[in-house]
């Protein structure tokens, strides 16, 4: 796939109207509604300014959170849920469509942008229209919760027609959600059929350092992958077998690929489905020159739950009945030796229980050590972006991902919807 893609700066949007296709899918208060983290606002910015100081009128959207786009989706999901038929009102629905409006996005934009900025009611009916219309250069109008669409999520022509018909017929797509590129949606990929579609300066700035990476990297090439499953990771680790130079495993998914290698994991985190998987890659590493390293030593416990009272063993000396929960401190070390020595780093994936304080240790580990590396540090998003904001080490590294299941996508090698449908350079 080409992902040497026309940018924002190689269209004239000048006078133009601009469907600028954004990620403010945004953490809330549960309670209040409140943007508990404005990053994702912030992070589209850039672009937003660039496309108004070159005199565009800047038609933003976006999706927020799963809602239900009929009564009729509300009631299935919600019964599957075990809700009670009395409680599933249409007033009970439009209230669970409120709770995700993209109303407090506007504010907050406005404020960020020092600019009003006007708010449809709806996505592609008559008051977007009518906004959209009236729009001049240098203003913004954000779009309801594209998802308030039925059509959005099956990526339905008209919905996108209609999305492209707000631009006019002179006007121009942007995309720049790059947490939503994997996805073919009517306001990620089917609008590209209506509008000329260029990246905004968000999604350039992955296409080239992750792309950078997998194609060309600053060698040696390491990927460190964790979190609990192998099956989320199986063409992940598939594909960077044949591009890297070293593929480090840690997190639950590791323990697969330690019974693979005949050790006794106690009651650690399995797939037993994935075990002849785990082998396969072990023998393809073997096969292709490739260091592929596992945990040496592993903290464990009898149960899953926040404990100071656990044992540091070797993975060959897991006890019967204890689970391992964090990678230990020898495997600490030869985890951040490969970093130490890497021209390139990609991390997706946390190392261990990292929600729980004392099983954080072997994450906040190798989050030091890419902030410590002289290498390229890319995180890909997701469990290892927050653990490395938490830490404080967000400055220290070349690039956090804004897209978790894109960037994961990416790595994969797969097709990416909403990259594949704008132009080639």
């Not at 390139?344 to 240790?361: K, L, R």
Request: one cysteine or more.
């Amino acid at each position: 796939m080409n992902y040497n893609k026309k940018t924002v700066t190689d269209v004239d949007v000048r006078g133009k109207k601009v469907l600028l296709r954004c990620d403010f899918n945004v953490p809330q208060d549960k309670k209040t509604g409140a943007i508990t983290d404005d990053k994702r606002i912030r992070a589209a910015l850039p672009t937003i300014r660039y496309l108004l100081d070159q005199g565009a009128a800047v038609i933003a959207c976006s999706h927020l959170g799963k809602p239900n786009a009929t009564y009729e989706s509300y009631v299935k999901k919600q019964t599957e849920k075990g809700k009670k038929p009395e409680e599933l009102t249409e007033e009970a629905w439009r209230d669970s469509l409120r709770k995700l409006s993209l109303a407090p996005v506007a504010v907050r934009l406005g404020e960020l942008l020092e600019l009003p900025v006007e708010m449809a009611a709806d996505v592609v009916g008559p008051d977007a229209q009518a906004k959209a219309a009236a729009l001049q250069p240098g203003q913004v109008l954000l779009l309801e919760n594209t998802r308030f669409e039925k059509g959005e999520t099956k990526n339905d022509p008209k919905t996108a027609k209609a999305l492209a018909d707000l631009a006019g017929a002179d006007g121009v797509y942007v995309s720049d959600a790059f947490g939503a590129v994997h996805r073919a949606h009517a306001s990620t990929a089917g609008v590209a059929d209506y509008l000329p579609a260029v990246s905004g300066f968000l999604i350039q700035k992955e296409l080239e350092l992750i792309g950078g990476a997998l194609a060309n990297p600053k060698r040696p090439l390491v990927a460190i992958l964790g979190g609990a499953k192998v099956s989320d990771k199986i063409g992940v680790i598939n594909n960077l077998l044949e591009i890297a130079d070293t593929v480090i495993i840690g997190g639950g998914m590791a323990y697969t690929f330690l019974k693979a290698q005949g050790y006794e994991i106690g009651t650690s985190l399995l797939e037993a489905d994935k075990v002849d998987y785990a082998r396969e890659m072990l023998s393809k590493a073997a096969e292709k020159g490739v260091m592929l390293l596992l945990p040496v030593d592993t903290a464990v416990h009898e149960r899953f739950e926040n404990t100071d009272s656990f044992l540091t063993v070797d993975v060959s000396m897991i006890p019967a009945g204890y689970m391992g929960l964090d990678i230990g401190p020898k495997t600490v070390r030869l985890f951040s030796e490969a970093i130490r020595t890497a021209g390139t780093v990609i991390w997706n994936g946390p190392m261990g229980v990292f929600e729980f304080p004392a099983f954080a240790a072997g994450t906040k580990a190798i989050a030091q050590a890419l902030a410590e590396s002289q290498a390229v540090t890319i995180i890909g998003g997701g469990d290892s972006a927050a653990a490395v904001q938490q830490l404080g080490y967000a400055e220290r590294m070349t690039h956090i991902s804004t897209g978790g299941g894109a960037s994961l996508e990416f790595m994969e090698g797969k097709v990416l919807p909403g990259v594949a449908c704008l132009l080639d350079r």
